[in-house]
């Protein structure tokens, strides 16, 4: 797990930055024995940044670059201190630190990284981190400085939400095995709930993404249904407007022969001439005449009544809705 303390220059330098370096001077604000270090052990403590000068040298350095309210309540240093999991196998244990400054160096720039301190002295080992919360100004002041020191801004309240859960997935993803650092006094109780529910879900991805994979290979195979389909309807469409054109041609026909057989003078003698063939008498003859104008017009009438499908009838009823068999 991880905690974060948020301290004024002169509490940093006056105490933490000591305890870090284990300096003789340490004893005035820290004590040893009841934080049980083992002197003998304090040989195997290391650093994984050098500044080439010390932390307290270095935090007064990188100060007095940016822009700093002259306030003795500004917090100028905020310092993680994060402890080796208790079941991470101890080959991880240098790689989990060193994953740690490098997260932290990506996400605050390593010119505002002010230490980071493994110590192996004490009962569990872990590793001190001191961040300077540096943040760009808006305008860049009469003195030239485009940036400022500004706790609040750096340590947000989404930050620190997320502070655990992101380094977590984090150091999972380059160690290759589960890093505890989530625990109920970071998370609490439901957080711890909510945490293994997303592990758990993650578990599933693979299955998922093997999901969308046959997914989309079904997509793809009802997009070549519907390019048939719409060279079906075109085809369709073509015959259409061909049957469209041979309605209105007969029609025209039916028409043009009906208007020219009753407005025609010699009608009823050119047809008495040509159905009788003399073997009829003139009466019989003009009935059958007067019979193939009536058979004439229902023709028309049918002809006209020929009920012609528009072409938004061809389109599918499902409007291209593509169905799956999931």
């Known amino acids: 797990m991880g905690n974060l303390t948020k301290t004024t220059k002169q509490a940093a330098c006056s105490g933490i930055l000591d305890e870090i370096q284990r300096t003789p001077e340490m004893k005035r604000t820290f004590d040893p024995e009841k934080h049980e270090i083992d002197p003998a052990r304090t040989h195997l403590n290391y650093a994984l940044i050098d500044h080439g000068m010390s932390p307290t040298d270095y935090l007064n350095k990188r100060l007095s670059e940016v822009k700093v309210q002259n306030r003795a309540d500004v917090k100028v240093l905020g310092q993680w201190v994060w402890t080796l999991p208790k079941d991470l196998e101890p080959q991880y244990q240098e790689q989990f630190f060193e994953e740690i400054v490098k997260y932290n ?3 605050f720039g390593a010119e ?6 493994v110590h192996l002295d004490e009962r569990t080992p872990h590793l001190h981190l001191g961040i300077i919360p540096i943040v760009k100004v808006d305008k860049v002041r009469t003195d030239g400085k485009t940036e400022k020191c500004c706790a609040k801004d750096v340590f947000t309240r989404e930050y620190l939400q ?16 589960d890093v505890n650092i989530l625990n109920g006094e970071t998370l609490g109780v439901d957080g711890i709930a909510n945490y293994k529910k997303a592990k758990d879900l993650a578990r599933q991805i693979p299955v998922l993404q093997a999901t969308i994979a046959d997914l989309n290979e079904e997509i793809e195979e009802k997009k070549e249904e519907i390019k048939h389909l719409d060279a079906e309807i075109a085809q369709k469409k073509g015959v259409l407007q061909t049957l469209k054109g041979v309605v ?12 020219a057989l009753k407005g025609h003078p010699n009608m009823l003698e050119m047809f008495y001439h040509w159905l009788t063939g003399g073997e009829k008498t003139e009466e019989e003859a003009q009935e ?11 023709t028309l009438e049918k002809v006209n009544g020929i009920i012609i499908p528009d072409e938004e009838s061809l389109e599918p009823k499902h409007n291209r809705d593509i169905g799956f068999s999931r």
Do not use: F, P, R
Request: overall charge negative; hydrophobic content about 40%.
């Open 112 to 117: 505002n990284i002010c230490y980071a301190q």
């Open 288 to 298: 059958q005449v007067k019979d193939y104008i009536a058979d004439t017009e229902i």
């Open 105 to 107: 160096i990506e996400k």
């Open 162 to 177: 997320h502070a655990h859960a992101e380094l977590q997935k984090h150091l999972e993803a380059k160690l290759g095995v």
């Open 248 to 259: 209105g041609e007969i029609q025209e026909k039916v028409k043009g022969l009906l208007e």
